[in-house]
């Protein structure tokens, strides 16, 4: 059973940083594209980042030099390393992974105080 947990989230003053978490059951965080997602109140779902098995990474203009993926292997989780968080960062933030099938976890809420 493929499982994907967050972590991390919180509040946080603008400016601030937070590190989000995506701990992986169930597949091999290294041999699947992985990738953060959020969604703001009342907006659609969008992507943050995203790693690829090739260790390829691809960022949304909008947190480009902020916000960092990365992952570990030996933990096989994933990490979003937000800094210089604004306000309008605040939504909840998804672990998606596609191995096959669409997957996603439950999400963990950022909120950006300015």
């Known amino acids: 059973q493929v499982q994907l947990v967050e972590s991390g989230g919180g509040l946080v003053q603008a400016g601030g940083s937070l590190r989000l978490s995506c701990a992986a059951s169930g597949i091999i965080v290294s041999r699947t594209s992985m990738g953060w997602y959020r969604q703001p109140p009342g907006k659609a779902r969008e992507l943050v980042a995203a790693i690829r098995s090739s260790g390829t990474i691809v960022d949304s203009d909008y947190v480009k030099g902020r916000f960092t993926i990365s992952r570990d292997n030996a933990k096989n989780t994933v990490y979003l390393q937000m800094n210089s968080l604004k306000p309008e960062d605040t939504a909840t933030y998804y672990c998606?992974?596609?191995?096959?099938?669409?997957?996603w976890g439950r999400g963990t809420l950022v909120t950006v105080s300015s």
């Open positions: 998606n992974a596609q191995s096959g099938l669409n997957i």
